[in-house]
């Protein structure tokens, strides 16, 4: 644990402000300081110092898509062009930040600064851990007040970066971490659904996602008015909006495969047609033409086969155009019966933070693990991650590109015989734990194409296994909902259950899958033996490497080349 006996000037000044301010009271009266923190910095202030929002954005390509609408046309994610900014914000330059961040907040502000004042300078460790275990419970009652603020435009930027990032007091930064910080950028440039706790608010807060599942089963929530009565209403329809907007394009994407199917047969018949009436003209008795050779009897029965495959495409067509009528239906009314309703984006829905905190807060727990660091402010003392190893958004959606690109199939859904990408929100939180987690595989109102929900720590030891943690959560979950009661016979689940059971080994059954996992993406990717040989066979069924990939490994070891020719006898076989 390092000493902070010997603060830097920055924070050594704070501290004597905070003892010459107190003098009179041990209360300290914050109010005085907020007509200056408020104006000092807006979103509209922070975008104009930070330069994101300028005319050098426009070099970045820009995305209409929302991060609610779940694409299927789309495969993979796209690379991340720039890291970092190239220009640093002014933001935890601030001489007020602390003071802005704590200005007009609940009564746990006071609390806070107290206690953080006194963890700060105590030398006694066994006070410095009571003021640390107090500082922890007073910093989530004043994030609680601080929450359902976040969907607020005008919110001052120090707030927003003490929900984002857990900077309550810029000192306690080194130069050069304050610099890497001040260099991320604020706006979601690569429109992915990867979002910081002060997205994930403002979403809740503004009816674009619902509240996280729970156990608890909630009482529905009744209007006081009739403007609470038509926001609630206006919300619901904006829900209702997203879920069909993955229907209709399940039904589209469904359809234009018939289409392409009915296409490709329909070329293959032309040609077959045109082949079956080419005659060469007989010799010595022209203009009389020869009768139909070999090659052309042939035809006969594939173009029956062609014409019966295409009858029968031409049911599954018409089955999928009337599905995709009716969802174009569904979605069209509720599209017009929210453009005849009052534009509630401005709105917020106070209870509905307040609810989802208390979930963010039982999240942030899970990462860190009952025996981790569960201190939430962020500090130089417990900050030990490198510039790539730090939970930012763009490292994380590299590091999930990397995923994708060894395991295709992590974010895939099979629907109808057809694997849709679905890719599910990610949460980054600001806590030193060191494992990501799946909330929830999928929507339980809509199975097919909404969103899951993972969450991965930010400062973690190692930043690729958190991410690969939350994944393999992820892997599991979705394949033992699919199987649903025979999850431990069938599928994934159920072949690396049986497994786990004859071995005899005692322990949760999921940590034993996601350890495997971690393995099987890190080593066992390279080459490197490390998993059991059933369980690799396990893996190498459901979760198969790309093709190229396991043309690599089959060149390192006898071991991969054997799964391969075992592939191909299955392929022959016409199935696994």
Not at 372 to 378: D, E
Request: proline share 4%; net charge neutral; hydrophobic share 35%.
């Amino acid at each position: 644990m390092s000493d902070y006996s010997d603060l830097d000037p920055s924070i050594a000044e704070m501290l004597s402000n905070v003892k010459d301010t107190a003098d009179e009271s041990e209360d300290i009266d914050l109010s005085e300081f907020e007509s200056a923190g408020e104006k000092k910095f807006s979103m509209e202030d922070f975008a104009r110092r930070s330069k994101l929002f300028d005319s050098k954005a426009d070099s970045v390509k820009k995305k209409t898509k929302s991060i609610h609408e779940v694409d299927l046309s789309q495969h993979e994610f796209e690379p991340v062009e720039q890291m970092l900014s190239d220009e640093a914000s002014s933001v935890f330059e601030d001489k007020s930040y602390y003071k802005t961040a704590l200005t007009n907040e609940n009564a746990s502000s006071q609390r806070v600064h107290q206690l953080l004042s006194k963890y700060l300078t105590c030398q006694d460790p066994k006070d410095r851990t009571v003021y640390r275990q107090n500082l922890i419970s007073a910093y989530w009652e004043l994030l609680r007040g601080m929450a359902p603020k976040m969907a607020d435009i005008n919110l001052p930027m120090p707030k927003r970066m003490m929900c984002r990032f857990g900077v309550l007091l810029p000192s306690l930064f080194r130069p050069e971490q304050k610099t890497f910080f001040s260099r991320i950028f604020f706006e979601n440039r690569p429109c992915e659904p990867v979002m910081y706790v002060d997205e994930w608010f403002k979403e809740i807060a503004a009816g674009r996602m619902s509240n996280s599942m729970t156990d608890e089963k909630r009482t529905p929530v009744k209007a006081a008015n009739a403007e609470e009565a038509v926001r609630i209403e206006q919300t619901r329809l904006m829900q209702l909006k997203s879920k069909n907007s993955g229907k209709l394009q399940s039904a589209e994407n469904l359809l234009n495969i018939k289409e392409n199917e009915r296409a490709m047969l329909e070329t293959e018949l032309k040609a077959k047609v045109d082949q079956l009436c080419e005659h060469n003209p007989v010799l010595g008795f022209e203009p009389h033409l020869c009768e139909y050779d070999e090659m052309q009897l042939k035809l006969f029965s594939e173009i029956s086969d062609r014409l019966h495959r295409l009858s029968k495409n031409n049911k599954e067509l018409s089955r999928c155009l009337r599905e995709f009528q009716d969802a174009k239906g569904v979605y069209t009314s509720v599209e017009n019966k929210l453009a005849g309703g009052p534009d509630i984006s401005a709105a917020t829905d106070s209870n509905a933070v307040n609810i989802e905190f208390q979930t963010v807060r039982q999240m942030a727990k899970m990462t860190v693990g009952r025996q981790g660091n569960q201190f939430p402010i962020f500090t130089r003392e417990f900050f030990h991650c490198t510039e790539r190893g730090t939970g930012t958004r763009e490292n994380v959606i590299e590091i999930l590109r990397w995923v994708e690109s060894v395991d295709p199939g992590a974010f895939c859904r099979i629907h109808k015989n057809v694997p849709n990408r679905i890719v599910p929100y990610v949460l980054l939180i600001p806590t030193y734990g060191d494992r990501g987690f799946c909330w929830e595989p999928f929507d339980r109102y809509n199975r097919v194409t909404s969103r899951g929900r993972i969450v991965i720590p930010m400062y973690p030891r190692d930043l690729k296994i958190a991410v690969l943690t939350a994944v393999a959560d992820l892997r599991w979950q979705v394949a033992k909902e699919k199987a649903s009661y025979y999850w431990m016979e069938e599928g994934l689940t159920g072949q690396y259950y049986q497994h786990i059971d004859r071995l005899k080994l005692k322990g949760d059954l999921k940590a034993f899958f996601i350890e495997d996992y971690v393995l099987w993406m890190t080593k066992e990717s390279e080459g490197v033996q490390r998993l059991d040989k059933e369980v690799r066979g396990i893996f190498w069924r459901n979760m198969p490497f790309p093709n190229e990939r396991k043309q690599e490994l089959r060149k390192r070891s006898l071991v991969y080349d054997e799964l391969c020719i075992k592939d191909n006898n299955r392929a022959m076989s016409d199935g696994y």
